[in-house]
C-alpha cells in the first residue's frame, strides 16, 4: 500500500504560478512512477506529467515548457511547478504513483488538490 498527500492548490491569476507538492508513504521504496494528473469538470481525467524512479520525465503537450515535474530523491517529495497559468488549467490535480509487481501495475492516488486560475 502506497499513500499520497497533496498540497499546494489554490487560486491565482493568469499568468502565475503554484507549486504542488506531494508527499508518499508506505511501500515507497516499490514504486517505479510517480506523476501528475488533473480532471476538469465535466471532463475524463488527464495526465500532466510523470516521472521514473530513473528520472526520466514526461510531460502533455498542453504544459510542456511550463510546467516541471521533479522530486527530492528518488521519490519523496514530488513536485509539479506550475508556471504561466491558463484558466484552461483549472482543475483538480491528483497524485499518482505506480507500483509493477509480477508483471501487474498497481496505481494510487491522493485526494486530490484543486487549482483555479483566473481570466
Known amino acids: 500500500q502506497v499513500q499520497l498527500v497533496e498540497s499546494g492548490g489554490g487560486l491565482v491569476q493568469a499568468g502565475g504560478s503554484l507549486r504542488l507538492s506531494c508527499t508518499a508513504s508506505?511501500?515507497?521504496?516499490?514504486?517505479?512512477?510517480m506523476g501528475w494528473y488533473r480532471q476538469a469538470p465535466g471532463k475524463q481525467r488527464e495526465l500532466v506529467a510523470t516521472?521514473?524512479?530513473?528520472?526520466?520525465?514526461i510531460y502533455s503537450d498542453s504544459v510542456k515548457g511550463r510546467f516541471t515535474i521533479s522530486r527530492d530523491n528518488a521519490v519523496n517529495p514530488l513536485y509539479l511547478q506550475m508556471n504561466s497559468l491558463k484558466p484552461e488549467d483549472t482543475a483538480v490535480y491528483y497524485c499518482?504513483?505506480?507500483?509493477?509487481?509480477?508483471?501487474?501495475?498497481?496505481?494510487?492516488w491522493g485526494q486530490g488538490t484543486q487549482v483555479t486560475v483566473s481570466s
Open positions: 499518482n504513483a505506480k507500483l509493477i509487481s509480477a508483471g501487474i501495475t498497481l496505481n494510487y
Open positions: 508506505g511501500r515507497i521504496f516499490a514504486i517505479n512512477t
Open positions: 516521472i521514473t524512479s530513473g528520472g526520466t520525465t
